[in-house]
């Protein structure tokens, strides 16, 4: 149904172009250039051997171009001499070779001379005296001498120029004028070209100064405006830590590769090569010039789409997930081929409604295609991609600034009026897409501008990506079949070709790929939208700083001596305020409590139950009750003032160093691990027991088991959090507790602290650039063979009980 | 790293079942709360979470289980968990869970307790 649909508006779009176009696009009096590739060259260079310089064999780029202004002329005095003498059309063949020798040269459509132009690095050839008399004799033919000379060999900075101007009687306001510089009496610069003023042209008065002003105005602020807010949205998407960037990185593949295709078969070079001339470069730059502008296009269009993507409101992640699908390699699925063509099907209407804006509106011509280039051009691949560039601000607003609006808009119709109003301002004031005549101007605008909308709201984002690609071929097609060029190698059938075949392929392909399922995508994509809105986010991170500093003042500052024991430990706090807590106290009669526990969830609810638990388990520390009597009190406090709302995983052991034994207890927290070290083999301690504070009833000491532990010399315990464990590397993969023991296993003779390092380092290498996802906390206890500890890398450290 | 988490929810006779797949921690976990106390809002204490699509789960996950027991429970009803993966099943494991919730191999089983025995705790 959708797709018949998209069909009929193509169809629609297809018929009304073709009864309007021939009304409208007259503007160029049926003029097509007369001569193919070969013939213009040969022309160019017959006219640069005119001059005195041998271009064959040189390397040649060709261009036809529309001239508005001569085109409006000759629809108004067709049978004027100036009308008649300058077509519309221009061809313009720049030659150069390898020593960075240039010449341009300018025809008319029928292959007169229009202009020369010489850079040659070393000029050869005949001098005259009267050079440039001679040029304007070549120019104007027969009408030579109804030239006034008005300029007579003034010095410039490129040599003499004579200039002569001729005021067609026919035509009020018009003037012809010849310039001629010559350098050592040899014609460097000649063109034939003319002026006319506003009311010969058929110009409509300009709109008032105060008019103009505020428009310009209006127009500056909107496109700053959306620019402010693309970068704005950049800015606060880094924050969020969603993926924009890889998503426009992904998809840029898509233009980068109609790029490629242009510089590949020599269009985009044709093209690059006559603008870098103009700019007064010639041989590699050209090159180079090419490959920036390509490379801003490509940085324009990752700035918006990255911008766009982080803008997309969960409503419309569904338009975005089949684009999402192909930029990760998916793309054999239906939702795709859909989009693809709904979105050139729009754009073949789309391409008509400047066809209709002209007939309502009483506007005698549409100039829709921005030059004709194709005309010449051997393959069209750029001035496809060119469409999609040169209509940007029509892309921002329905790729970006709609979304955008959508999300933050209530009404749906508020978000899309506001688009096609903003759409209308920047796609209708800075350009002249069209006559003069605001009116019709802004009609078009707001019907494209809208348009784009609806292409993205039933064809999504891809749809809305390839409308241009519909309307270029669509306009291209009509203009073919309706005015046929002269020769196949002027023709722009290429682009139909393509079009057309893409557009088949995509509606085959939406019917015979199967759907995807395109959930999942969504789902991950809003898990990388959601956010804290701003203000709140700041405040809290206000908050946070002041607990994270309060919560490492609570974890020790050094390692206690022990007699007997080697201790050390190693806590990377994840995030803004961690869960981890571990700590040594000292206890009656000799012994030490160490513990390592894991407070449930982060932030400052976190940091304010590892406060309570510090001091709970300091006094207890003092008083050194039983160690499940300990356990049963942390539980009921930490269940009461959790409220069940979150708990605390602890290990905790009593050491009594003067008889190598401890006393172990595990509420809820990852099994430690005890390394022996007659059979250098690893063991897992669980004594059963729940989490603090998961439940207030019995079900807490009724599940409680205490165990006691022999050290023999060498012997080594390890306490750690579940953020040891669970650390996770890009691929997803856990660290585990068989690389734990294994680290263990490799490191335990070497003491605490170096086995503390180099798990530390390890879980680092595995982790790669991942963030650290929880707390990293360790803690090894090591039993030094009854003997002090040697001084080396201990530090005395205050009772901190 | 930003994981997926799914909830689907279907009903079997009065009891809900709230499937739960791919990774609940502390990104995904406000989600997963929000579900269960929309569960309960409506009236539905009669919960059966099927963790066989479950990946992974957090403390923050885990908290959630516990926020909102005691609330099924005193309506009436229960949280049961079933058919948990070994990998997770050793986290419910080491904290105790066990002990504190009724944990069924399948959501089958887990459904039939509730007629045989009206929750726990």
Known sequence: MKRAIAAACAAAGFVSMWLLMPRFDAALGGVRPALGRDEAIARAAAWARAHGVEISGWRFATAAEVDPLLARIRQRQPESAVAQWFTPVRIRVLAFNQQGDAVLVTLTADGRPLSFLDRRQTLTGEATADAAEQELLRLAGGDAERFIRTAENVRTLEGSRSAWEWVDPDLKGVLARVVVVTRNGRVVNSSYEFSASREAAGEAPPAPPRLQAALTVLTFASVAGIAVLILWTLFVTLQRRADPFGFAVRFLWIPAAGIAAAFLSGNYQNDALLRSFEDGLTGDSRLIFGITLALLILLGLFLILAAAYAAVPRAQMRLWAPAVLLVRGRWKNRQAAEQIWTGMAAGVLLGAAPYWVAQWTGQPRVRFLEGTNLIMAPWPAMETLAGLVTGWELYLVALFLYPWLAGRVRKPWMAAAAAVAAGTLVASLPRSAFPPGHAANYLTAALLTGGYLLAYRYGGMLGAWMTPLGMHAAVQGVRLAQMPAPSLEAAGWQTLALAFGFAVAALGASFLLPEADTRPVEAKMSEAAAALPRSQRERLRAEFDVARRAQQELLPAGAPQIGGFEVAAACHPAGEVGGDLYDYLPSPRGRWMLCVADVSGKGLGAALHMTLLKGMLASAAHHAPALATLASRLNQAVAETGRGRMFITLSLVVLDPAARRAEHLRAGHNPPLLWRAQTGECEWRRPRGIGLGLTAGPAFAANLETETIEFAPGDMMVLYSDGVTEDMNPEGELFGEQRLAELVRRHASEGPRRLAGAIMEEARAFRRESELHDDWTLLAVQCTSGSVPEEEGLKETGDKG | ?121
Do not use: W
Request: glycine share 12%.
């Open chain 2, 1 to 121: 790293m930003t994981r997926s988490f799914l909830i689907e929810t279907r009903n079997e006779g009065d009891v809900r079942i709230l499937a739960l797949k791919g990774f609940l921690d502390a990104h995904t976990a406000p989600r997963f709360e929000a579900a269960i106390e929309e569960e309960l809002r409506g009236g539905r204490s009669r919960l059966v979470m099927d963790c066989s699509g479950l990946d992974y789960i957090s403390s923050a996950g885990l908290g959630v289980f516990m926020t909102f027991v005691d609330e099924a429970r005193g309506a009436g009803g229960d949280i049961k968990l079933a058919s948990i993966q070994p990998k997770v099943y050793q986290i419910f494991d080491v904290l105790g869970f066990p002990a504190l919730f009724d944990i069924q191999p399948t959501v089958e089983e887990a459904v039939a307790r509730f007629g045989s025995a009206a929750g726990e705790g």
